[in-house]
């Protein structure tokens, strides 16, 4: 469903004007040491008082995921995930249902939270996580906060402060955990799709670096069988250089039909840089606009053997115009005609 309709719940929340109609359980997570139950959860009972506050919060914050349009009208700007770092003032949607380990780590939280097996214990540093279910209704919404207890410095075995309250006239000892309320939602879970305002929360929560590794290696994987790869190549530098944690998501975010399309216009590829390799002018002036002209393509001569269509890296150089290349982020702008890289 599309967050930005009438229907949509989180739209319901943002427009409540009686936060009596909305209902919220509150749960603290923790990662389980086994595979098939993945997720620790307790309920936690809250205070009248604590209760309305987080209500008021949620709808704050959800209010101030709404960013304005052209129109100046106030929406949830949403665009579909990217392995790469999600845009500023966008949120980003993903369908679990296109990735069967997330599909299976999503059910097995939401199942958590109505499992009446034993909950967390009172080891505070366990908690890794809230989530907040939020109900109008029959609707429902999961809206995660990756934040844990604080404990309190008694339990730490080296602290060398304490901290204490004032109780009437005197300072005591504070000996309880704190938890927090509020703040910024991270992640949002309607139904099988993610809605990640924090890329580093739907990582922690799913454990979701290894699932950008696994692609991140697939596709490098996928690059290097590919026939302009040869024993002349250095393949094991250029993986080794190109598995670096930097250009993960960049490699990760590759789609199938770009390396398809890779794989089949390469050599062709090839052929253009030799044609404009063979038309730099001589002219001082014409030579400095025509090299400024194709500044992001330039480098690529130095990773290429043109002639043989062969890849030929160096470890010495760096790796990124060659991903570039493979990921198709080489591209002329239409308004000044330069290439460059996105």
């Keep these: 469903m599309d967050i930005n309709s009438e229907k949509s719940i989180i739209n319901q929340i943002c427009d409540l004007e009686n936060l009596e109609e909305l209902d919220i359980d509150i749960y603290l997570i923790s990662k389980a040491k086994t595979l098939d139950k993945k997720f620790i959860s307790q309920p936690t009972s809250l205070d009248r008082k604590l209760r309305d506050w987080i209500k008021q919060n949620i709808q704050l914050e959800l209010k101030k995921l709404k960013k304005e349009d052209e129109d100046g009208q106030k929406k949830f700007h949403v665009e579909s995930y990217s392995h790469e770092i999600i845009k500023r003032d966008y949120i980003a ?16 939280l939401i199942s958590s939270l109505n499992s009446k097996s034993p909950g967390i ?10 989530v907040i279910k939020a109900n109008i209704k029959n609707n ?5 906060y990756y934040r844990g207890i604080k ?8 602290s060398g402060r304490i901290p204490s309250l004032r109780n009437g006239d005197q300072l005591v000892i504070h000996d309880k955990d704190i938890l927090e309320f509020g703040g910024k939602i991270e992640l949002i879970i309607i139904n099988d799709e993610l809605l990640v ?23 490098l994987n996928r690059i290097t069988q590919m026939g302009f790869f040869d024993e002349c190549s250095n393949v094991g530098k250029f993986t080794e250089k190109s598995s670096q944690y930097i250009l993960s998501r960049s490699l990760a975010s590759i789609k199938k039909d770009t390396l398809e399309v890779l794989e089949e216009k390469f050599e062709e590829r090839c052929e253009d840089l030799k044609e404009i390799k063979k038309h730099v002018p001589k002219d001082k002036n014409s030579k400095s606009e025509y090299l400024d002209k194709y500044k992001a393509i ?23 115009p060659l991903l570039h290349f493979f990921s198709d982020k080489i591209v002329e702008s239409f308004l000044t005609k330069k290439f460059r890289s996105n």
């Design 93 to 108: 949607k993903l369908d679990c249902k296109t990735d069967k380990q997330l599909l299976d780590k999503k059910t097995k």
């Design 121 to 130: 214990d009172n080891n505070a540093n366990k908690v890794k996580f809230q």
């Design 140 to 144: 429902s919404v999961y809206l995660i």
């Design 151 to 158: 404990e309190h410095s008694l339990r730490k075995k080296h």
């Design 197 to 219: 305002v924090s890329p580093r929360t739907l990582e922690y929560t799913f454990d979701y670096t290894d699932h950008i590794s696994e692609k991140r290696d697939e596709n």
């Design 298 to 320: 330039w480098p690529l001569y130095d990773y290429l053997d043109l002639d043989n269509y062969k890849v030929r890296f160096n470890e010495e150089q760096s790796v990124t």
